[in-house]
């Protein structure tokens, strides 16, 4: 069983496994029944690259988004700025859930699973034919701006350093 989280390779894994979208569907209905299986994956994303990689993806790719239209257009240089400083709005743009913690999405009961597996994204690359659709490498974020991303995605810190590793320090970013 996978546990999709948005922005942590969901399309990847799609491909890969053939998901149907009917398959899906069944999916997500025995998503709250997870005590059924005995072992699931779920892909975690390092928090900063998955938020440079919505920021990407919801305003900086998509012109006409519903991103765009919350917050106006802005150039890769200022617009993690604009987000963080209007972060408490992004609820009423569409598809907000995918601005919810990566961990919101792992249901508890999979944590008791006889084999829950955690991957990253490097996992990924070398066992999929990753197809990243919003890469985050054009998305600047200074050292305050870390530390602030860090603060709002906490506990997927926590999560990731957990199953993962540790977060790189902010010049790597």
């Not at 975690?44 to 919350?70: A, M």
């Not at 990566?102 to 034919?129: G, H, V």
Request: with cysteine; hydrophobic share 35%.
């Amino acid at each position: 069983m996978h546990i999709p989280i948005p922005k942590c390779a969901s399309q990847s894994i799609k491909k890969k496994y053939s998901l149907t979208p009917e398959k899906l569907r069944h999916d997500a209905q025995i998503l709250s029944d997870v005590s059924r299986y005995k072992e699931g994956f779920v892909v975690l994303r390092e928090p900063i690259d998955r938020f440079k990689s919505l920021v990407r993806h919801y305003f900086l790719v998509n012109e006409k988004g519903p991103g765009t239209k919350l917050l106006g257009h802005h150039d890769a240089s200022t617009i993690v700025e604009v987000v963080l400083r209007n972060f408490s709005h992004l609820e009423s743009v569409g598809g907000a859930y995918h601005w919810f913690t990566q961990k919101s999405f792992i249901p508890e009961a999979f944590y008791e699973l006889e084999d829950p597996r955690f991957y990253d994204m490097e996992w990924l690359r070398k066992n999929c034919n990753v197809t990243n659709t919003s890469p985050s490498s054009s998305v600047k974020v200074s050292a305050e701006q870390r530390e602030e991303i860090l603060k709002i995605y906490a506990e997927d810190v926590i999560l990731y350093e957990r199953y993962i590793g540790p977060i790189l320090p902010c010049c790597t970013q």
